[in-house]
């Protein structure tokens, strides 16, 4: 079975786009176009995601802590582009877990319920 198929109905209906914004477990999902009930990505694409957020998050950190101190070394460059390089780290921290869950991980039903339907 692979990434693609529906939780649901084992259908292969989502591809890498539909899947990357099918949000992880705490969201509502996107719905299957076989069966029309929602899917997710499953656990591992949503520990990914945390791991990630948190690296990114101390890296951000870590940067503006120590990039004045690298000034007069050959680091000096994390110096001069601390911004931007801080600017990057946060949009990758919401461009990748979505490249991730587009190839990587299984999907799962979507637990949160929809009042509207
Ligand atoms: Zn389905």
């Not at 101190?69 to 000096?76: A, D, N, R, S, V």
């Not at 931007?84 to 637990?111: D, E």
Request: charged share 15%; glycine share 6%.
């Amino acid at each position: 079975m692979s990434i693609y198929n529906c939780p649901h109905c084992g259908e292969r209906s989502f591809n890498p786009i539909t899947k990357a914004f099918a949000g992880q477990l705490n969201s509502p999902g996107k719905v299957c176009m076989k069966c029309g009930r929602k899917a997710v990505n499953g656990k591992g694409a949503t520990i990914f995601n945390a791991i990630y957020s948190l690296i990114a998050f101390a890296s951000i950190v870590v940067i503006y802590l120590y990039a004045p101190k690298l000034l007069g070394t050959q680091y000096e460059w994390v110096a001069h582009y601390e911004l931007v390089i801080g600017i990057c780290i946060l949009i990758s921290k919401f461009v990748v877990p979505r490249l991730v869950n587009a190839f990587f991980f299984k999907m799962a039903p979507a637990i949160r319920v929809d009042p509207v339907k």
